[in-house]
């Protein structure tokens, strides 16, 4: 009992004695394998988790804090008390926040509904949940779970709540402190509720959106797929609508139901070429093909290369009347698709060029009408462009601005905690002023009390003396 003399003001003293020892004759506590800690034997000690915690530094709590008190202590609280410590065996514990452990970290603000189990109706009550990655995560080890705390004191170490038979969620790690959860009697767990169900189903989902958003960042293989778009289940090529009834009556709708199908084509940017033969009066079907790009959304750039109109036999071309030659039934068309990226956005280009002989004056309309419209198409384009670039720029702007605002608060907040800092050290030179004069003060009160008692001291033995003197004079 006499250890609890070395308390002074305060403070709190754990003692630990009369240990039961097993049949080993070990004691169940571990005082010797760390002279400043204090660990557990059994089934919740693991030397691999030990050897791995040397390893891996980052995640050394959640693989030590269920054997060593001093790595359980060292979390306990979320922020330390101002004027507290923790000694442990002689040596204080140093506060750590397991916020420091992690990587690609977000912040996500959960609000519990109101009225559920009694909770009471606050505007304010709500929880900042911290999840990211352990920075050790690239190695694969099975290290998850939330720090669960309750006004500043953990409840829950590394809660676990998804379990999966794979890798999922592997890594993954989170804070928070929920003050609307009724904690247990023994601190070691909550009250099961509707409120704490909650929560759970909560932490849960944001665990798998943040894996799934960013597990292929540390080599896993990404768990999600893109939505297909166009054919083949990946990112396809701007769907054009089929020819008209009428051009298909006059040629081969076989063809053209084989120049319009995608499955043909290459992604990523790669050229994906098809070679169609068709009839020469397909010349009004081109000019509706080339409307049916222009009206595509999806198509962002078009270009058309020139054809060689000098080397065209047969027809009046420009005004001027050409010899008449044979003029064949069949012209073979080349379609290139281009795939690029500008500014974030997918952008397909289709150019289209002709390796032929001869064309009839249809033909040679039915190219003119389609260079026209792709240059329409450009321009069009060239102004999209442009006004997406003004967005972005006056968005850019915006943003500068709000950054300078910023700056301006910042520095104002500065400059008033420096005059509150200055302040605070003013206060504290009076307040040394005046206890340094307030102890001068008491010690010369005390060296005239103790001149005082000195002198009454003194009367008092006089007084004594007289008193003999007339008793002797009496006799």
């Given at each position: 009992?006499?250890?609890?003399?070395?308390?002074?003001?305060?403070?709190?003293?754990?003692?630990?004695?009369?240990?039961?020892?097993?049949?080993?004759?070990?004691?169940?506590?571990?005082?010797?394998?760390?002279?400043?800690?204090?660990?557990?034997?059994?089934?919740?000690?693991?030397?691999?988790?030990?050897?791995?915690?040397?390893?891996?530094?980052?995640?050394?709590?959640?693989?030590?804090?269920?054997?060593?008190?001093?790595?359980?202590?060292?979390?306990?609280?979320?922020?330390?008390?101002?004027?507290?410590?923790?000694?442990?065996?002689?040596?204080?514990?140093?506060?750590?926040?397991?916020?420091?452990?992690?990587?690609?970290?977000?912040?996500?603000?959960?609000?519990?509904?109101?009225?559920?189990?009694?909770?009471?109706?606050?505007?304010?009550?709500?929880?900042?949940?911290?999840?990211?990655?352990?920075?050790?995560?690239?190695?694969?080890?099975?290290?998850?779970?939330?720090?669960?705390?309750?006004?500043?004191?953990?409840?829950?170490?590394?809660?676990?709540?998804?379990?999966?038979?794979?890798?999922?969620?592997?890594?993954?790690?989170?804070?928070?402190?929920?003050?609307?959860?009724?904690?247990?009697?023994?601190?070691?767990?909550?009250?099961?509720?509707?409120?704490?169900?909650?929560?759970?189903?909560?932490?849960?989902?944001?665990?798998?959106?943040?894996?799934?958003n960013y597990c292929h960042k540390i080599g896993y293989a990404p768990r999600y797929n893109k939505e297909p778009v166009g054919c083949g289940g990946q990112e396809s090529l701007p769907e054009y609508t089929p020819l008209s009834s009428n051009?298909?009556?006059?040629?081969?709708?076989?063809?053209?139901?084989?120049?319009?199908?995608?499955?043909?084509?290459?992604?990523?940017?790669?050229?994906?070429?098809?070679?169609?033969?068709?009839?020469?009066?397909?010349?009004?079907?081109?000019?509706?093909?080339?409307?049916?790009?222009?009206?595509?959304?999806?198509?962002?750039?078009?270009?058309?290369?020139?054809?060689?109109?000098?080397?065209?036999?047969?027809?009046?071309?420009?005004?001027?009347?050409?010899?008449?030659?044979?003029?064949?039934?069949?012209?073979?068309?080349?379609?290139?698709?281009?795939?690029?990226?500008?500014?974030?956005?997918?952008?397909?280009?289709?150019?289209?060029?002709?390796?032929?002989?001869?064309?009839?004056?249809?033909?040679?309309?039915?190219?003119?009408?389609?260079?026209?419209?792709?240059?329409?198409?450009?321009?069009?384009?060239?102004?999209?462009?442009?006004?997406?670039?003004?967005?972005?720029?006056?968005?850019?702007?915006?943003?500068?601005?709000?950054?300078?605002?910023?700056?301006?608060?910042?520095?104002?907040?500065?400059?008033?905690?420096?005059?509150?800092?200055?302040?605070?050290?003013?206060?504290?030179?009076?307040?040394?002023?005046?206890?340094?004069?307030?102890?001068?003060?008491?010690?010369?009160?005390?060296?005239?009390?103790?001149?005082?008692?000195?002198?009454?001291?003194?009367?008092?033995?006089?007084?004594?003396?007289?008193?003999?003197?007339?008793?002797?004079?009496?006799?």
């Open positions: 009992m006499m250890q609890f003399n070395l308390i002074e003001n305060h403070g709190t003293r754990v003692i630990i004695y009369n240990l039961w020892e097993d049949d080993q004759g070990q004691l169940e506590l571990d005082f010797g394998s760390d002279q400043h800690d204090i660990q557990i034997r059994g089934v919740n000690r693991d030397e691999k988790n030990i050897q791995m915690a040397k390893q891996y530094p980052n995640s050394r709590h959640f693989l030590t804090y269920r054997h060593s008190l001093r790595s359980y202590a060292s979390i306990l609280y979320l922020r330390l008390p101002p004027n507290f410590r923790i000694i442990l065996r002689g040596k204080d514990v140093e506060h750590h926040s397991v916020v420091n452990d992690m990587m690609m970290t977000e912040e996500v603000t959960y609000r519990p509904q109101s009225g559920a189990d009694g909770l009471p109706k606050d505007i304010n009550m709500f929880a900042v949940v911290t999840v990211g990655f352990v920075k050790d995560a690239a190695a694969h080890i099975d290290v998850q779970g939330f720090n669960v705390y309750h006004k500043n004191r953990l409840i829950k170490p590394f809660w676990r709540l998804w379990n999966t038979a794979g890798s999922d969620g592997r890594g993954v790690i989170g804070v928070l402190e929920a003050n609307f959860v009724e904690p247990a009697h023994d601190k070691q767990g909550f009250e099961r509720t509707t409120v704490l169900a909650r929560l759970e189903n909560k932490l849960v989902h944001m665990q798998r959106t943040y894996w799934r051009a298909k009556k006059k040629g081969n709708a076989k063809d053209w139901d084989k120049f319009n199908s995608c499955s043909s084509l290459k992604q990523g940017g790669k050229t994906a070429r098809k070679y169609v033969s068709v009839n020469e009066k397909y010349g009004n079907g081109l000019a509706d093909h080339g409307r049916d790009i222009e009206s595509s959304e999806k198509l962002l750039s078009t270009s058309t290369n020139d054809y060689e109109q000098d080397n065209i036999a047969g027809g009046r071309v420009n005004g001027i009347n050409h010899p008449t030659q044979e003029i064949p039934q069949k012209v073979v068309y080349e379609t290139t698709y281009h795939s690029r990226k500008s500014n974030g956005v997918t952008q397909q280009e289709v150019s289209i060029t002709g390796d032929v002989d001869t064309l009839s004056l249809s033909d040679l309309h039915a190219l003119n009408q389609l260079q026209k419209e792709n240059h329409e198409l450009k321009e069009r384009l060239e102004r999209e462009e442009g006004e997406m670039l003004g967005d972005l720029l006056r968005d850019l702007q915006n943003e500068k601005d709000k950054r300078k605002v910023l700056e301006i608060k910042l520095q104002e907040a500065e400059h008033k905690i420096e005059e509150l800092n200055r302040e605070q050290e003013t206060l504290i030179d009076i307040f040394t002023d005046e206890r340094d004069r307030r102890d001068l003060e008491e010690e010369i009160l005390r060296k005239r009390l103790r001149d005082v008692s000195n002198t009454i001291e003194g009367l008092h033995e006089k007084v004594r003396l007289l008193e003999k003197m007339k008793l002797r004079n009496g006799k």
